[in-house]
């Protein structure tokens, strides 16, 4: 079955980085586009990025444009999630995802806290 699972968050101060990672199985993984997103106490969970299968296309929501950076190796079934100059509105439960058709597949999430 499909498995998803996020490491990587933690407690940072604003301007500083983290990278997540999410170990996917299950699924033939270099088939599929993946997606990060996130979801802040309170709010809606949102798109953060995604990367095409072969990773010749990604995008990403215009709050973190030229501060996130999502990359892929499918040698080792990863996903990655590079994030710089981080602010307090960052903070949020970061999630991995899948689509495979009308489904979608959900990490168990990894929090990062920004602040001071």
């Known amino acids: 079955q499909v498995q998803l699972v996020e490491s990587g968050g933690g407690l940072v101060q604003p301007g500083g980085s983290l990278r997540l990672s999410c170990a996917a199985s299950g699924f033939t993984f270099s088939y599929n586009t993946m997606n990060w997103y996130r979801q802040a106490p309170g709010k809606e969970r949102e798109v953060v990025a995604l990367i095409t299968r072969d990773g010749g296309w990604t995008n990403y929501a215009d709050s973190v444009k030229g501060r996130f950076t999502i990359s892929r190796d499918n040698a080792v079934n990863m996903v990655y999630l590079q994030m710089n100059s981080l602010k307090p509105e960052d903070t949020a439960v970061y999630y991995c995802?899948?689509?495979?058709?009308?489904?979608?597949?959900w990490g168990q999430g990894t929090q990062v806290t920004v602040s001071s």
């Open positions: 995802n899948l689509k495979l058709g009308y489904q979608d597949y």
